[in-house]
């Protein structure tokens, strides 16, 4: 929007409002709250658009909130496919702005990655990847991929990563499950970088193998302890010895074979953090990075496409780095910087900038 020069106060001064969007019929904070809505509560577009047509307009849910006000004429006809037009446009921008978005910022050695699975308007499914520092919680530029098993999905992850200003030669170790095509891509690419495996995957891997709660009165879960005490003991032990030792004695165990050599196979995987040079490292993959993506209505469904699916992803990305974690604790949840943003963990307080200030909505 053009700016002139006072010559009397040397202020510039527009001539039109910074509230008017060129082209649109809703005004600018129109567009933020849209975008907001959507992106906050994690509801559908559907959802985000009868909301806001009901404030504006008066009418519809409004009805419902004010019941003894007579019944007004439908004036806002706010539709989905426009909250989407303006949400697509926000994620443009951010797919335009990833080389260098986050130049500069405080980079941990440790990182965390993890995929979702989506499932499109048209019923194809496809997987979000992310790329989490285990230090400071910042997540670089997601990509969406057709699924986890090509090396070509992770190292578009790493390269997209590499363009927003991730140091690939810092990474020292990275946690995540066991994809196969992730630890090839590390091997071949990054190979200095050591792989934790993610132990709550282990134990979704573990619990499949063992044996089923016994009916009430009979000995069945007295073997089930013994081996859930056993896999403890490999997965949490303090050293790599005490790990052996119970994994020895997992062996022994006349129900503990299979359970043995899947541990076996996976077992420095699982203790990489033990290393003097991983301390610290995190054992859990990122899980808790997709909670309010997993709680949305509209989690894949309102995108009809791969591309408009991965910059809805990009918005997000955005919308969590600036985002603080809140301040209480909850009952089964502690986060680790109560009250701050990822940015600012990063070094980069945003202050009073908001993510739809960074999208330029």
Same mark, same amino acid.
């Given at each position: 929007?053009?700016?002139?020069?006072?010559?009397?106060?040397?202020?510039?001064?527009?001539?039109?409002?910074?509230?008017?969007?060129?082209?649109?019929?809703?005004?600018?904070?129109?567009?933020?709250?849209?975008?907001?809505?959507?992106?906050?509560?994690?509801?559908?577009?559907?959802?985000?658009?009868?909301?806001?047509?009901?404030?504006?307009?008066?009418?519809?849910?409004?009805?419902?909130?004010?019941?003894?006000?007579?019944?007004?004429?439908?004036?806002?006809?706010?539709?989905?496919?426009?909250?989407?037009?303006?949400?697509?446009?926000?994620?443009?921008?951010?797919?335009?702005?990833?080389?260098?978005?986050?130049?500069?910022?405080?980079?941990?050695?440790?990182?965390?990655?993890?995929?979702? *699975?989506?499932? !499109?308007?048209?019923?194809?499914?496809?997987?979000?990847?992310? /790329?989490? =520092?285990?230090?400071? +919680? $910042? %997540?670089?530029?997601?990509?969406?991929?057709?699924?986890?098993?090509?090396?070509?999905?992770?190292?578009?992850?790493?390269?997209?990563?590499?363009?927003?200003?991730?140091?690939?030669?810092?990474?020292?170790?990275?946690?995540?499950?066991?994809?196969?095509?992730?630890?090839?891509?590390?091997?071949?690419?990054?190979?200095?970088?050591?792989?934790?495996?993610?132990?709550?995957?282990?134990?979704?891997?573990?619990?499949?193998?063992?044996?089923?709660?016994?009916?009430?009165?009979?000995?069945?879960?007295?073997?089930?302890?013994?081996?859930?005490?056993?896999?403890?003991?490999?997965?949490?032990?303090?050293?790599?010895?005490?790990?052996?030792?119970?994994?020895?004695?997992?062996?022994?165990?006349?129900?503990?074979?299979?359970? *043995?050599?899947? !541990?076996?196979?996976?077992?420095?995987?699982?203790?990489?953090? /033990?290393? =003097?040079?991983?301390? +610290? $490292? %995190?054992?859990?993959?990122?899980?808790?990075?997709?909670?309010?993506?997993?709680?949305?209505?509209?989690?894949?469904?309102?995108?009809?496409?791969?591309?408009?699916?991965?910059?809805?992803?990009?918005?997000?990305?955005?919308?969590?780095?600036?985002?603080?974690?809140?301040?209480?604790?909850?009952?089964?949840?502690?986060?680790?910087?109560?009250?701050?943003?990822?940015?600012?963990?990063?070094?980069?307080?945003?202050?009073?900038?908001?993510?739809?200030?960074?999208?330029?909505?």
């Amino acid at each position: 929007m053009q700016r002139h020069l006072c010559h009397d106060c040397s202020k510039t001064y527009a001539e039109k409002s910074p509230l008017l969007v060129p082209g649109s019929w809703y005004a600018r904070d129109v567009h933020r709250c849209a975008i907001d809505l959507w992106q906050h509560t994690g509801t559908s577009l559907r959802k985000a658009a009868e909301w806001l047509r009901s404030i504006l307009g008066k009418q519809e849910r409004w009805q419902k909130w004010h019941p003894l006000e007579e019944e007004r004429e439908k004036t806002c006809h706010l539709a989905a496919s426009t909250v989407h037009r303006w949400l697509d446009k926000a994620g443009a921008e951010a797919q335009e702005s990833v080389e260098g978005q986050l130049e500069g910022l405080a980079q941990g050695k440790q990182l965390g990655t993890d995929g979702l *699975w989506a499932r !499109l308007r048209g019923g194809e499914e496809r997987v979000v990847l992310m /790329l989490v =520092d285990s230090v400071s +919680g $910042l %997540i670089w530029p997601p990509v969406v991929a057709a699924g986890e098993q090509g090396r070509e999905s992770w190292a578009r992850l790493f390269e997209r990563a590499a363009e927003a200003g991730l140091s690939l030669g810092a990474i020292e170790a990275v946690t995540s499950d066991g994809a196969n095509a992730l630890r090839g891509y590390l091997q071949e690419v990054l190979s200095w970088v050591h792989q934790q495996r993610c132990v709550w995957h282990l134990w979704q891997n573990l619990g499949k193998k063992l044996p089923s709660p016994a009916p009430e009165g009979e000995d069945g879960d007295q073997v089930r302890g013994e081996l859930v005490a056993l896999i403890h003991g490999v997965l949490d032990a303090e050293s790599y010895k005490e790990a052996e030792t119970c994994l020895a004695a997992l062996k022994a165990h006349q129900s503990g074979e299979e359970i *043995w050599k899947f !541990l076996n196979v996976h077992l420095d995987a699982a203790l990489m953090h /033990l290393l =003097d040079c991983h301390r +610290g $490292l %995190i054992r859990v993959s990122p899980e808790w990075c997709w909670r309010d993506f997993r709680q949305r209505l509209s989690r894949g469904r309102n995108h009809g496409s791969d591309e408009r699916q991965e910059r809805a992803a990009l918005v997000w990305a955005i919308y969590r780095n600036f985002t603080p974690a809140q301040r209480r604790s909850e009952h089964k949840r502690h986060y680790r910087h109560p009250g701050q943003s990822a940015l600012e963990v990063a070094g980069h307080p945003p202050e009073k900038v908001s993510y739809l200030d960074a999208l330029g909505v």
